[in-house]
């Protein structure tokens, strides 16, 4: 995924490579040798900031290393003692909360002209999620008619100018002209990330004013203008200006990587978790220094400022099993009605991350 740098033989030998590689997901050979099953690691040096709450909040005690953040907004935050500008709000997002911004990440958020990883294949796509629940696939389109980048409708072009759109899955089957084509519900599964707000150019790892871009909606924007408050000094502001959304499937990581290609990295990042647990690690400066490893869960929000903006941090692994079923059966009720089941299937197997930054 986006930020993953290739390792050479050095970084193979840092601590966070280590770090990374122990919590990867790798498989074995289950009780049958034809049906693989994830190996087991171990988790018992990995922080649980929901643990932590239920431990202060009941017996007033804390971990060494850990402490209590007021903030005024009826959360219980942590900080981290040696890693400064780092803050963990477990919980701080309200079951409708989450419900809504999973909503609005697989349909609104990939929408046109915000990009997404498949704009370089496909060009701009729009309505990925309904055509995916449509059972809908997106062709190659060879119409001898259509010439240029089209504005509106069905139909997207990638950078080398080709064509395509979405016809409805016998269509595409029928055709039998040898036209590319793939199934909706493969690029959903394989879509990655989507940008809003101010839009990052990720050849030129930069932020392209230039190009159009929908605007972060408002309720998101006070929301991660309330969260950013408990990282930020009196009379300091925090302005949302861009957010990337990243999407994890089963397998999928986020290799150790530095946000650092904003202004100000005294403005903190504001990160929302949805969906499965994941573990994050948190290191230092450089990657030799060994990564503090803690789990994020839906609903879970990490703020990274200062001194912390500095250090790397990644997803080694996002989990599937039945561990957390009490959390995902509530979450899932969310998406009771029958025309919203295609979201349970999804966040059933699926992480999606929300993190909010100020560009200037």
Not at 63 to 84: M, Y
Not at 85 to 90: E, L, M, S, T
Not at 128 to 150: N, T, W
Not at 277 to 299: E, N, V, W, Y
Request: aromatic share 10%.
């Amino acid at each position: 995924m986006y930020g993953a740098e290739k390792p050479d033989g050095e970084s193979e030998r840092t601590a966070f490579r280590k770090a990374e590689k122990k919590y990867k997901l790798y498989y074995q050979h289950g009780s049958s040798k034809k049906k693989k099953v994830p190996k087991p690691v171990e988790l018992s040096e990995v922080i649980d900031f929901e643990a932590v709450r239920e431990s202060y909040e009941g017996k007033g005690e804390l971990p060494d290393g850990i402490a209590v953040v007021e903030c005024g907004f009826g959360w219980t935050s942590f900080r981290l003692e040696n890693q400064p500008g780092f803050y963990f709000i477990p919980g701080a997002l309200s079951l409708q909360e989450q419900g809504r911004w999973i909503r609005e990440s697989l349909i609104s958020f990939p929408q046109p002209p915000n990009r997404t990883n498949h704009n370089a294949e496909y060009g701009p796509i729009n309505d990925l999620f309904l055509a995916a629940r449509e059972r809908r696939v997106l062709v190659e389109d060879r119409s001898p008619s259509q010439s240029g980048v089209p504005t509106s409708g069905s139909q997207a072009a990638n950078e080398s100018g080709l064509l395509w759109k979405f016809v409805d899955e016998l269509d595409a089957k029928s055709s039998g002209n040898g036209q590319k084509s793939v199934a909706a519900s493969v690029l959903l599964r394989k879509l990655r990330w989507s940008t809003l707000g101010l839009q990052f150019n990720w050849s030129q790892r930069n932020y392209d004013i230039s190009l159009p871009h929908n605007k972060i909606p408002d309720d998101l924007c006070q929301l991660a203008i309330r969260m950013a408050s408990l990282a930020m000094g009196p009379g300091e502001q925090f302005k949302p200006e861009a957010a990337i959304v990243n999407y994890f499937g089963l397998g999928d990581t986020l290799g150790g990587h530095l946000d650092d290609m904003e202004a100000d990295w005294s403005k903190p990042i504001v990160s929302l978790s949805l969906g499965c647990k994941a573990i994050f690690l948190l290191g230092g400066k450089t990657r030799d220094k060994p990564p503090l490893a803690m789990f994020l869960r839906s609903g879970d929000v990490v703020l990274m400022a200062g001194e912390a903006r500095e250090c790397f941090h990644g997803v080694p692994r996002i989990f599937t099993d039945e561990e957390d079923t009490a959390h995902k059966a509530l979450l899932e009720q969310q998406f009771s009605d029958p025309e919203e089941h295609c979201f349970s299937e999804y966040i059933r197997a699926s992480r999606i991350n929300i993190n909010i930054r100020q560009v200037f």
